[in-house]
């Protein structure tokens, strides 16, 4: 944590975020209450005007996207995806992490008519499911969960998985895992709470699915993509036969400042996340992966 001062607001709460809900640690929830302030309402007179700013002024036109060319025909179809996803998340983690309600002031700012109609769409619109993938998912888990507080189909997304396999092209398996992995991170509510015994089947056959598609596809599938796959086996408490061959890669692709891990084995590296603080997702997904999932909220 020698540098944490030295990241973007957005990269330090990132990274004390995730290991705070994983490992609970009071070093975590210190680096997290340095931050809280900036975190709940930044330069912002109220925390409803910090929501309205991520809305209008935070849309990720600029930053590096896995796969845009895919996806870009349907982040135009979408737009909106681009206006709620910050402020959704944001909503979630001051609600995870902080304790801090906020359901309100998103139904404040976006009519629930327009949010349940974007959420229906993508529902039906499968392969616009599939190619948005990380954007369609977290949006519906956030939306679900934590504003109109209902329940997820999971079996429903499970089944759209597996009627649009990804073949041999590189970009859509990354975005097949990344639709596994994040229905599991959306269904533990992004490493809040065990996942319920009553689904666990569901995304038990969502984690082999993936298992399969790394296992197919070993040296094609970046760093990112195998250890989200660890951390999610982690919490779904599966083993895997895919470990020994992840840490294999870790160990050959430590970066040469010898600080982090970057892709130098794989054929389909993430170029765009080279530096400590780019490859900060990467980094505590290993920590996180190499521990057992014990979240704050456990269910039956």
């Given amino acids: 944590m020698d540098n944490f001062s030295h990241f973007a607001l957005t990269t ?12 609970q640690h009071p070093e975590y929830a210190a680096l997290l209450k340095t931050i809280q302030h900036k975190w709940i309402v930044g330069s912002h007179a109220s925390s ?23 996806r870009q025909p349907f982040l135009e179809k979408y737009p ?3 206006v709620y996803n910050p402020v959704l998340s944001r909503i979630h983690f001051l609600s995870t992490i902080y304790a801090v309600d906020h359901t309100q002031d998103f139904l404040q700012l976006f009519p629930e008519q327009d949010v349940r109609q974007l959420a229906y769409k993508l529902l039906q ?11 369609a998912i977290n949006f519906l888990y956030f939306l679900h969960y934590d504003i109109l507080h209902e329940d997820i189909p999971a079996d429903s997304l499970l089944r759209i998985a597996r009627h649009h396999p990804p073949q041999s092209d590189p970009d859509l398996i990354q975005l097949s895992i990344y639709f596994y992995t994040h229905c599991i991170l959306g269904e533990s509510r992004f490493y809040y709470q065990t996942i319920p015994k009553e689904k666990r089947s569901t995304y038990q056959h969502m984690l082999q699915a993936c298992e399969q598609l ?14 989200e ?72």
């Fill in 48 to 70: 409803i005007d910090h929501l309205r700013f991520l809305a209008i002024e935070t849309q990720p036109t600029t930053r590096p996207r896995n796969s845009l060319h895919i």
């Fill in 125 to 135: 619109d499968e392969d616009a499911l599939m190619k948005l993938s990380t954007y």
């Fill in 12 to 23: 330090q709460f990132h990274m004390a975020s995730r290991l705070y809900l994983w490992f």
């Fill in 229 to 300: 796959f660890l951390v999610c086996a982690r919490m779904l408490q599966m083993p895997t036969r895919l470990e020994d061959a992840i840490y294999t890669e870790v160990t050959q692709s430590l970066s040469k400042e010898g600080t982090h891990l970057i892709d130098r084995v794989n054929t389909f590296p993430q170029k765009h996340r080279r530096t400590l603080e780019t490859s900060e997702h990467r980094n505590i997904l290993f920590l996180m992966s190499l521990a057992d999932y014990s979240p704050i909220h456990l269910l039956q």
């Fill in 214 to 227: 790394i296992v197919d596809n070993f040296s094609h599938i970046h760093l990112d993509n195998k250890l």
């Fill in 80 to 82: 909106l995806l681009d």
